[in-house]
């Protein structure tokens, strides 16, 4: 399935609707599909789960990573780098943006909203019908529309992500599919796929992923969730 169309892929959302692991995953499917690709780390609201987190994963695919001077460290303020205005300028690579939660974290995107434009982009809003305060369709578009205002850019697209950790099963899934399809609705914006790491039939466009973003209480143990 082709999902990365554009030059330019804007990963975003709400918090903990699993717009990281998202951005990884579609980074590492570009880059096993052999396009060069960069991947900036422009979440600077939450400080527990960054792409930064998965540097030698992306790099050991030849993924370029550009996240905060912060990430990894202690610092409160984020300082973001040249390089992040650079990347939205060059042509060699294919760049995707892991945004941080809400309009709060798309902010920090608005002010290369010029640059993005004039590239191409895709805006792809991840939803998950599981989590708190997007539980219903209405207030996930209502939270997609503050983070178009914020960020000054419409999106093109949403994700259906929705999943509760070690706890989903297919049927969580399954039932997430009208949730996404009303949103699709009301937004009048095509579903780009739903994301889940085993086959369920029946699920729309699913996209098949790793779940790299976990809990600080959960094991390294194999799990089968989305």
Not at 26 to 48: M, R
Not at 95 to 115: H, M, N, Q, S, T
Not at 153 to 162: M, S
Not at 179 to 190: Q, R
């Amino acid at each position: 399935m082709q999902i990365l169309n554009k030059p330019i892929t804007i990963i975003t959302g709400h918090y903990g609707s699993g717009k990281t692991n998202a951005a990884v995953n579609l980074a590492l499917s570009a880059a096993q599909a052999g396009q060069p690709v960069t991947i900036i780390d422009l979440d600077i609201v939450n400080p527990y789960f960054r792409t930064a987190d998965f540097i030698p994963t992306l790099q050991a695919h030849d993924i370029q990573v550009i996240a905060p001077v912060y990430a990894n460290s202690n610092l409160d303020i984020p300082v973001l780098p040249a390089s992040v205005d650079a990347a939205f300028s060059q042509t060699e690579r294919m760049v995707i943006v892991d945004v941080g939660g809400d309009d709060a974290g798309a902010i920090a995107l608005g002010r290369y909203a010029k640059k993005i434009e004039a590239r191409g982009y895709d805006l792809f809003c991840v939803v998950n019908a599981r989590r708190y305060l997007t539980k219903d369709s209405s207030q996930a578009v209502s939270m997609l529309r503050e983070i178009e205002q914020a960020a000054r850019l419409l999106a093109t697209g949403i994700i259906n992500n929705t999943n509760l950790g070690p706890q989903t099963t297919p049927e969580i899934l399954l039932d997430s599919v009208s949730f996404a399809a009303d949103v699709c609705a009301k937004t009048g914006l095509p579903l780009v796929c739903t994301c889940t790491t085993q086959p369920v039939s029946g699920l729309p466009d699913p996209f098949l992923v790793t779940r790299f973003v976990k809990a600080p209480w959960e094991t390294d143990q194999e799990d089968h969730t989305s």
